[in-house]
């Protein structure tokens, strides 16, 4: 009973530790303010210079139009984080049930882990392409506007999604 408690607390703290994170105000300093910023390898950039995320993601919350795409690509960001944890959890207990328990049970959980899985995939895709917007919007924000050749989805008038190319 305690190990079930114990894991149950390391589930909630790992699912909404981050939501409680604090932010904190991160100042530019002159070297870098006014560079273009970009998103390589792992790594935010500066001009030609790596800074943390914190210093990224404030320089986007700087600009408005950059901050409300950022804030998009967090609303989907996050729940498909949420999907992830439990269709993760979902499949591996599916896939032991199905392995060894007696019932249906097994079958179901897995495949339907696998299908919540496949959700926060599509959720992942376009946070990342509501965050290439906001670092685009950024960079145009303080007057360096290159274009760029994205494929996007994107929702349609009569409530579907639809691939578009976007410049």
Same mark, same amino acid.
């Given at each position: 009973m305690k190990f079930k408690s114990i894991a149950l607390f390391l589930f909630i703290f790992a699912l909404f530790g981050n939501a409680f994170a604090?932010? #904190?105000?991160v100042k530019l300093s002159p070297s870098i303010a006014g560079k273009k910023l970009s998103f390589h390898d792992r790594n935010w950039f500066m001009g030609e210079? *790596?800074? +943390?995320? +914190?210093v990224a993601i404030n320089a986007i919350k700087s600009k408005e139009e950059s901050s409300s795409a950022y804030s998009t690509a967090m609303g989907f960001y996050y729940p498909g984080l949420v999907l992830a944890y439990a269709g993760g959890a979902a499949l591996g207990y599916g896939v032991v049930e199905w392995i060894w328990g007696d019932g249906d049970l097994g079958m179901y959980l897995t495949l339907g882990g696998a299908g919540v899985i496949g959700i926060s995939l599509l959720l992942s895709h376009i946070a990342d392409g509501y965050m290439h917007d906001a670092i685009d919007l950024y960079?145009? #924000? *303080? #007057? *360096?506007?290159?274009?760029s050749l994205r494929l996007k989805l994107v929702p349609t008038e009569q409530g579907g999604i639809a691939v578009a190319l976007a410049f």
């Open positions: 604090d932010d #904190g105000d210079q *790596i800074v +943390d995320a +914190d960079n145009k #924000g *303080i #007057g *360096i506007s290159e274009t």
